[in-house]
C-alpha cells in the first residue's frame, strides 16, 4: 500500500476542510477570514510559537512527499501495517474533530489572536469538556499522520508541533483570554481541561 500517497491525500483533506472550508465559511458570516497572523515581535517567545507552529505544518507535508519520492526512508520498527491503520484512523478522527470543534466555535473562530478584537467566550459544545479541542484535534491528527509515514523528519516535525501548540495556548491564546474576559475565563480554566477533560485544570481563586 501507498502509505506516503494516503498521507499527502490525508493532508489535503484537513487543510481543505480545516483551513480553505473554515476560512471560506467565516469570510461569509462575518466579513473575515479568521487569520489573525503570527503574534508578537520577532524572536519573541509569541514570534517563535507561531513561526514554529507554521514550520510544522510544512514538515508534515513534506516529510510524506519525500518517502513517497523516495528521499527519506520510514524507521523500521515502526513499519508494521497495523500500526499505519492506526495513524490513518487517528488522521481521519483529528480531521473530524478539528472541523467539529470549529463549528461548535461560531464566530469566534480565529487562527492567530488579535490583541485589538473581542470575540465571545465560547464554553458550550465539546468547549464545555475542554478548553483548547480544536489543539487537541489537530495533535491527534498530527500523530496520525507521522504513523502513516513514520520517517525521522515526520516524527521532529510532530514533536514540533506538540512543542509550539503548547506555547502558542500558553503564551499567547491564555493571556490574552484572560485580558478580555477576566472573571469569567479564570472560572473557565478552573472547572475545563486544557486539552484532555479534568486535565491541566488552573487552581480556583
Not at 475542554?130 to 489543539?135: G, T
Request: glycine share 12%; net charge positive; with cysteine.
Amino acid at each position: 500500500m501507498n502509505y506516503p500517497a494516503i498521507a499527502v491525500v490525508l493532508l489535503l483533506i484537513f487543510g481543505a476542510l480545516g483551513f480553505g472550508w473554515r476560512s471560506w465559511r467565516q469570510f461569509r458570516r462575518t466579513g473575515s477570514t479568521g487569520f489573525k497572523g503570527v503574534s508578537g515581535s520577532v524572536g519573541s517567545v509569541e514570534w517563535l510559537a507561531g513561526a514554529g507552529f507554521l514550520l510544522a505544518i510544512l514538515i508534515a507535508v513534506a516529510a510524506p512527499v519525500l518517502q513517497w519520492a523516495q528521499l527519506l526512508a520510514p524507521v523500521p520498527a515502526l513499519v508494521a501495517p497495523w500500526l499505519q491503520a492506526i495513524g490513518i484512523a487517528l488522521a481521519i478522527a483529528g480531521s473530524c474533530g478539528t472541523v467539529y470543534a470549529q463549528i461548535d466555535m461560531g464566530d469566534s473562530w480565529r487562527i492567530g489572536v488579535d490583541p485589538g478584537e473581542r470575540t465571545a467566550l465560547v464554553r458550550t459544545g465539546v468547549f464545555g469538556r475542554v478548553r483548547n479541542p480544536i489543539f487537541t484535534a489537530m495533535l491527534v491528527f498530527g500523530a496520525g499522520i507521522a504513523l502513516v509515514t513514520p520517517n525521522v523528519l515526520a516524527l521532529i516535525g510532530f514533536a514540533l508541533l506538540l512543542v509550539t501548540i503548547e506555547l502558542q495556548v500558553r503564551v499567547v491564546e491564555e493571556p490574552y483570554l484572560a485580558q478580555v474576559h477576566g472573571e469569567p475565563y479564570r472560572d473557565y480554566t478552573a472547572t475545563v481541561g486544557r486539552f484532555i477533560p479534568g486535565v491541566g485544570r488552573s487552581p480556583s481563586r
